[in-house]
């Protein structure tokens, strides 16, 4: 049973660039939960997926957008790329109502995302 | 706003000597507390998680309480070994609906031979 994928592993991005980070989740899973993780601190929520739409978002800037498939994977995309945005992307799955039973949140290893 | 405040590290311990995180939390109603790990070059691995005051989460040899009159998920292992070496996070999430998990700053441990 596969779990949480995410490509790439790391990516090596300039200032002013974009970027697009990709998310499969943990089989039987149907929300996608994307974090960005600084180099020394906790992951901190950007968004969230479920059924195609943006459910709920953190206090992150509209340079930060997503999408999500039929087929529940994801995406994230960062535009105008700034040096405070290299970090630890973090993507993680789970059912969605299933959060209402304590189901937890699986994630991924992560996309090192780094701006020069 | 919800928010996780955890012990600072490193940690540094010899194996086998006691383990204890100290986590404390801000939430309004019921939250559900946890404990990821993370070792180097990965991503978060659920530990364990508590859902209500009292609860006992417990896995590998670690073990938290859900104290609610305190506001505390304190992480404790009797005996830590070379391997149980990485970044532990303690954090919380709302029942209410699919709210985010909130994490601390999370606490690096080191258990040397």
């Not at chain 1, 901190?44 to 739409?53: D, L, P, S, T, W």
């Not at chain 2, 790990?37 to 040899?61: F, H, R, W």
Request: charged share 15%.
């Amino acid at each position: 049973d596969a779990g949480v994928t995410q490509s790439p592993t790391h990516l090596i991005k300039t200032r002013g660039q974009q970027v697009t980070l990709r998310c499969s989740p943990k089989s039987g899973h149907d929300t996608v939960s994307w974090y960005q993780q600084a180099l020394g601190q906790g992951p901190q929520f950007i968004f969230q997926y479920y059924e195609e739409e943006e459910r709920q978002r953190g206090n992150f800037p509209d340079r930060f957008s997503g999408h999500q498939f039929p087929n529940y994977s994801s995406e994230l995309n960062v535009n105008a790329l700034l040096l405070g945005d290299s970090a630890l992307y973090l993507c993680a799955s789970s059912l969605y109502y299933g959060m209402s039973n304590n189901q937890p949140q699986h994630f991924g290893d992560g996309t090192r995302l780094s701006i020069l | 706003g919800n928010s996780v405040t955890q012990m600072e590290g490193p940690v540094t311990l010899s194996e086998e000597a006691f383990l204890t995180i100290n986590c404390t939390y801000t939430a309004t109603g019921y939250p559900s507390l946890f404990w990821y790990v993370q070792y180097p070059g990965e991503g978060l691995q659920l530990l364990l998680k508590a859902t209500k005051a009292d609860d006992k989460g417990s896995n590998k040899g670690f073990e938290a309480t859900y104290r609610k009159e305190t506001t505390s998920f304190h992480l404790e292992k009797g005996s830590v070994q070379v391997s149980d070496s990485a970044v532990y996070f303690c954090a919380l999430s709302d029942l209410a609906g699919n709210t985010p998990l909130v994490f601390g700053k999370g606490t690096r441990l080191s258990v040397i031979a």
